[in-house]
């Protein structure tokens, strides 16, 4: 049975900021609030469409600061979600939320209303770069928003942006290992895209500020990918969702529709050239054969003007996107 998450999206209400990157209509493609009814229907057509049982649920209230929107409107979100947590319909609920509005109390009310994991967009563990993008709050933030989370058994995620204004590829870094000492379950890592309307844009047409061309931003993920994998730490989303919102209102930065898909498959190019040029047999699950090749070839075009000479076989016990090299 494959996870699955039911995406309720809460937009940009209950953040004290506007942080430097931020236009969450054009990130979720939508601006009005769902209500609590929305959130019943959209979990009914979820579960109606799942009659095969392919699928294990989770409703995930993302979007927003979920825990700093208005107390009554948000306690009316959960409410309307906790009766498919007590029913088994969902495995449980999880949220994503800012991390200095994370306490003991908040905590406690969630874990009443059937919360299960929370996601904190913690974005940099650099003072100095989260400051320069207005986030409004610490490093030591996320550090003790994540103990209290883990001392509560919540399932931990945490979300990290690359390339942001006043930051670097040693910056990221320095975040990723910062992430990997607080031990979360998952992590997405979300590239920078400088949309309209927002201080980043300002920025970006002054100059000031220039992110790193989309060949760079797949490299930096897929190492960043890599040393979350051996540090046993799921990477369950690399880049935007997809919208034509965020196309049509795009100035620059690392987006693509693709983009996690061009992720693996630089991930699976680099544990290629990790053995010296020769001729290899490379075993992979037949569904992940597109991911191995890349887009019009381009794996395979760059393993051979780098010495490498590769025979695809097929191999259904290797998960997707797992890969031997013989």
């Keep these: 049975m494959r996870k699955s998450n039911i995406s309720i999206f809460v937009p940009h209400i209950g953040c004290p900021c506007q942080c430097s990157f931020c236009n969450q209509k054009t990130i979720t493609g939508q601006i009005t609030a769902p209500s609590a009814q929305d959130v019943k229907n959209t979990v009914e057509t979820a579960i109606n469409s799942n009659k095969d049982n392919k699928f294990e649920y989770e409703i995930a209230f993302f979007g927003g600061s979920f825990t ?53 967009g913690a974005q940099s563990m650099n003072d100095k770069v989260l400051a320069a993008n207005l986030r409004g709050h610490t490093a030591n933030d996320v550090r003790a928003a994540a103990a209290l989370i883990k001392k509560k058994n919540f399932e931990l995620g945490l979300q990290m942006m690359t390339d942001l204004y006043s930051s670097s590829r040693g910056i990221d870094f320095a975040t990723a290992r910062e992430f990997a000492k607080l031990k979360p379950k998952t992590v997405r890592i979300y590239p920078t895209v400088v949309l309209k309307g927002t201080y980043l844009a300002e920025l970006f047409e002054s100059g000031e500020y220039t992110p790193a061309p989309l060949k760079k931003t797949v490299a930096l993920c897929a190492e960043l990918a890599e040393f979350f994998e051996e540090h046993e730490i799921e990477v369950i989303r690399i880049g935007l969702h997809a919208n034509e919102d965020i196309k049509n209102n795009m100035l620059a930065g690392g987006y693509h529709e ?22 290899y047999k490379v075993y992979i699950n ?23 000479e590769i025979e695809i076989k097929f191999y259904s016990v290797l998960k997707p996107n797992e890969l031997r090299v013989v």
């Design 68 to 120: 700093a929107i208005e107390r009554e409107y948000m306690l009316s979100l959960l409410e309307a979600a906790k009766p498919y947590v007590e029913s088994g319909a969902v495995k449980g609920i999880r949220i994503s939320t800012r991390p200095d509005a994370i306490d003991n109390e908040i905590l406690d009310l969630l874990k009443s209303y059937g919360v299960t994991a929370i996601e904190l």
């Design 258 to 279: 693709s983009l996690g898909e061009m992720v693996i498959s630089k991930m699976m190019f680099n544990q290629i050239v990790k053995n010296p040029p020769g001729k």
């Design 286 to 308: 037949e569904k992940s054969i597109s991911k191995l090749i890349g887009n019009k070839k381009s794996n395979i075009i760059a393993l051979r003007e780098a010495g490498y």
